[in-house]
């Protein structure tokens, strides 16, 4: 699995650019500023030197009507030609990384939605992504789900034979990740925040709605928040950051302005 020769990186350059861009820039500030408990489906924070930080805001699109029309237009096309079928998008959540912010253990995405075989999710930079901000990285040729731990981390000895390639972009570029890809990201310990918006897509004959999706995910984290007592911010286990429980909800309108 650890292959040779030349990573294609599945990016394509300034999908969102010039007004747009500014648009999406300030769409995101305001997304984040929503008071904690608003965005009943989870608005989730971490711990870093800077104080408490927002690092994810899951469903964003369900009370944005800016961030819907870009999750069910550009970028559902995008993800449309690199799957070469149609799709509808099931979920979609802005990762925040504020300079300190943590990193993600190394996992492949399909693992977090069973009851589906075939996702595409689209990552779109809201910010500069560079290595030193915690870029994305990713390893490919992989085409089954890998060893994982019980969190649903890639087991070590397989991330080790992996070839990884860091992938930096600049806002307003787009990646495509395929469910099966292996992919991880380190801690921001740079100046700057690296923020991006994921949008994921799924086959129509899946019946993989954006309901039922977040019905399992609420389920899910549940069970994991009842058991282990974590702050977990996703139904994998991948978050490296020194979480909190702070504004985590799982169901329920949204009560923001």
Known sequence: ????????????????????????????????????????????????????????????SACHAGFRRLVEGPLREVAADAAGLDVVDFKDKINYKHPGGGGFSPHQDLKAYPGVSEVMSILLALDECTEASGCLWLASGVEELLPTDEGGVVDRGVV???????????????????????????????PTRRRVLVASYAPPGEGYTRDRYYRARDDSMRRSAAVAGDG?????????????????????PCTHP
């Open 232 to 252: 977990r911010i996703s139904t994998l286990d991948d978050f490296e950051g020194r979480r909190t429980n702070a504004g985590a909800q799982f169901s329920g």
């Open 160 to 190: 080790s034979t992996l070839r990884w390639t860091a992938v930096e972009m600049s806002a307003g570029d787009a990646l495509c990740l395929h469910g099966l890809a292996p992919h991880f990201s380190r801690a921001n310990t740079g």
């Open 1 to 60: 699995m650890s292959g040779g020769g030349e990573v294609h990186l599945p990016v394509h350059r300034a999908v969102i650019a010039g007004a747009d861009l500014a648009a999406l820039g300030s769409w995101t500030s305001e997304v984040e500023r929503w008071p904690e408990g608003s965005h009943a489906w989870g608005h989730y924070f971490e711990e870093t030197g800077q104080g408490t930080v927002p690092c994810r805001t899951e469903n964003v």
